[in-house]
């Protein structure tokens, strides 16, 4: 029974001195305390963020083709109104509209040719769609890299300090 009494008083003692010198840190504390890894972090961070947002604002105002816009298109063509479903074509800024564009304008000339022009329209389009990805890709890549270099230089620091420090662990 009096070792129970030596545990419980030892624990209780134990908590006590944890919780007087327990510090509190501020995420923006313990990223300042990151050093320069934190900084290049954020950084890859902030780009990132931007790149996302551009490639969403940009590719939701491309998913924005009307189906009246194809109704009227197809009806101009059937009724031989080549020049108004061409500026239809003007008038709607979309990749879609751009690239019925490139293909109206080849009416006449070998289906081989208008598949081709349209085809490369539609890359010259996804390569605007696309634009930054690779960028994206690489801080996906790359930032948890950063970090475990950080995480690693921690650890080596905390050694060092625990190793110079010796019997005055505060």
């Known amino acids: ?28 504390e313990l990223a300042v305390k990151g050093g320069w890894i934190m900084i290049v972090l954020a950084a890859l961070s902030v780009v990132a963020v931007y790149i996302f947002i551009d490639r969403f604002i940009a590719i939701r105002q491309a998913s924005k083709e009307q189906q009246s816009f194809m109704e009227n298109i197809k009806n101009f063509i059937h009724e031989g109104k080549v020049d108004q479903a061409l500026d239809a074509c003007r008038m709607n800024e979309g990749p879609l509209s751009r690239m019925i564009q490139k293909g109206i304008m080849r009416i006449g000339r070998p289906l081989n040719d208008i598949s081709t022009a349209v085809e490369n329209v539609g890359l010259q389009e996804i390569a605007k769609l696309e634009k930054g990805l690779p960028v994206l890709a690489s801080i996906a890549g790359g930032a948890p890299m950063i970090g475990f270099l950080g995480t690693v230089m921690g650890m080596i620091k905390a050694f060092y300090d625990m190793a110079h420090a010796g019997n005055n662990i505060d």
């Open 1 to 28: 029974m009096l070792l129970l009494n030596v545990i419980a008083d030892s624990i209780a003692e134990a908590s006590q001195a944890a919780e007087a010198t327990a510090e509190t840190m501020s995420f923006f």
